[in-house]
């Protein structure tokens, strides 16, 4: 530490992403990555004449890379803010509506990050916990006079919120903000986007990384009433006007209008979710039915941080949380069909171990789902 | 505005980038691009297989492009900070170091970002007047508490301080952050690169978007002390992990490498900067000595303002600032040497029109660098 360092910073935890081992190769289901590539109409797009046209700086405003966002979920692009990844986009939320001091509401389980906002921005922030089934309970949140946040499917459970108390609780106190993370809606089909030009304390968030397979070109959006994107673009001209440069507006709007291969995607990615669950269940796992791209489970007879790191061992990696509540539990990303075979394999081997062969169904994967 | 803007952001002013209008091709030398293409090795490095990858998150931790960055400048991966943009890098270094009500210090005449970063980060900020000739005085600075900045070369004016005026002010307080904004220094050829890693209180930031010929890349990295870096890193994990894509850190990597490329293009554009500055001269234009890719002049016979304008409905972008020191004069980005006899012939042509032929020197501008 630097004796420069802001005294308010000094004792902060920084977000800490799911690891990246790089010692052999992986199948890595531990981050809520696709292993799908892009759409093949980004490929086109990052042309030779593209990576030319670097040279100059790209369009600070988004404009091209705004409309086709807007184009796709019928809204204009005054409603749209794109940003480098989900992440920066609420990054510039955060840093728009929120000063030191103010009060901001999440479920005590949902993604890690909006903690570390909080703490970043010195918010006063107060977790709500979540039923015993992992379920939000919307009317905990009905009468809060702070700003609320929460993933919606939540992570790392897979739970949904039904829309229509998402828009009682907006409607509820206009002076409120409420923040939706619907990073994995297009795998839950349900979302909020009409809520949100359509109510001026809505700010809806979507990523590129999950369902558009492009974690690594880490593009973000938010729509929400034209005041708050306009607001949320001055402080971007405030503090990085370029926040996304050419090429990836390139990829992300040759992304976006690909509607066709997201829903491809999106259908090979349920029904693996879905076929893999099946599995799970037969080898004696409790799963938590999930409207994402994971699933959320446990073994009566392994430890999850056991299973996690035997996995690990036979190069798979899952997401383990140490937190009290979650810590029982092993969250699995839902790649291809073959990745799951593969896993479904590798747990019903350590299983054997732990269990005895003759307790676990031997049936392989690919007879169920058929 | 909506209504839950923050109060201190209810008047700020954002940063207004050059213009990039499009409806006519123009030759833009408005914002300190270069009109070179990025490095052969950049096109290589954006294969299609790095695009496949795009499916999974870039190492927040950016290593391989840090360990990059250290190898050509001779520093450790530690003491490397990349990020998206050198307004991104500057951002966090603000973020980290600066509170609300500090003091910050720098000349009246320099990067206008600054400006805008201190009223983001509610600075206390006072602007030192450069001395009439545009040269910042090193001795106004010696004394003051308070953090400092400055862009070397100077922005607009392409003027240096000297590096051992900057080690002195460096030297003389241990306790007072200086941060030196390099974008400009490969056209110098003079560094701080080196004192940044001996003293604790020294940042030097630099970028990929001039000299590099990748502003729409938007690259940046800072040097300076391990504990700084540390610092920074910890901030930018708390506001945006993956703040560069996987795309990016590839061309970015394949271009820091490419030491022979900078250098050839950086030559090319200082003799095209030198030629072009005897070419204004001769045709009786006042033109501050500049040691960047840009030169900061004025005609007495022609209002700049005017001229800016005459030249854009010419299809030429240079910049005009509104501001009572600068406006007297206009700053004109260097692009290839075929650029620059256009932006010549355009200049000479206007000029006929407001002084008259018999005043200027009709030889063309390739009579002259031979």
Not at 90 to 106: D, N
Not at 195 to 217: D, E, I, Q
Not at 300 to 327: N, P, Q
């Amino acid at each position: 530490m630097s004796i420069f360092l802001v005294d308010e910073y000094k004792d902060m935890e920084p977000y800490l992403p799911g690891e990246q081992p790089k010692d052999k190769p992986y199948i890595k289901l531990n981050a809520n990555e696709s292993s799908m590539p892009p759409s093949p109409r980004v490929f086109e797009a990052i042309s030779k004449g593209e990576i030319w046209n670097m040279s100059y700086y790209a369009d600070p405003h988004c404009h091209e890379f705004r409309k086709a966002v807007a184009e796709v979920y019928g809204v204009t692009e005054a409603e749209v803010f794109v940003g480098n990844g989900a992440d920066e986009v609420l990054s510039f939320v955060l840093m728009s509506f929120f000063r030191r001091g103010m009060k901001i509401y999440f479920p005590d389980i949902t993604y890690g990050f909006y903690r570390t906002y909080a703490k970043t921005y010195g918010l006063d922030m107060e977790e709500i916990p979540v039923r015993d089934d992992f379920s939000i309970d919307i009317e905990d949140y009905m009468d809060l006079k702070g700003d609320i946040i929460f993933a919606n499917p939540n992570n790392p459970t897979g739970m949904t919120v039904p829309i229509a108390d998402i828009e009682r609780l907006v409607k509820a106190n206009p002076e409120r903000m409420v923040i939706i993370d619907e990073a994995y809606a297009d795998y839950s089909g349900e979302t909020c986007l009409p809520l949100a030009v359509k109510y001026p304390n809505l700010v809806v968030v979507r990523t590129f990384s999950k369902s558009r397979n492009m974690a690594g070109t880490h593009i973000g959006f938010a729509v929400a009433n034209r005041d708050i994107i306009e607001d949320m673009n001055k402080i971007k001209f405030s503090f990085n006007p370029f926040n996304l440069n050419s090429i990836t507006m390139a990829a992300g709007i040759a992304a976006v209008k690909d509607t066709w291969y997201l829903d491809s995607c999106v259908k090979k990615t349920v029904a693996a979710r879905e076929r893999f669950k099946a599995a799970l269940e037969r080898m004696g796992f409790h799963v938590i039915p999930s409207k994402a791209n994971f699933v959320f489970c446990y073994h009566d007879a392994i430890d999850s941080g056991e299973l996690c790191d035997r996995l690990k061992e036979e190069g798979i990696l899952t997401r383990h949380f140490a937190d009290e509540r979650l810590t029982k539990y092993l969250r699995i990303t839902i790649g291809t069909e073959q990745e799951m075979e593969v896993v479904e394999i590798a747990i019903r081997e350590i299983l054997k171990e732990a269990v005895g062969e003759e307790s676990i169904d031997m049936r392989l994967y690919e007879c169920v789902g058929a």
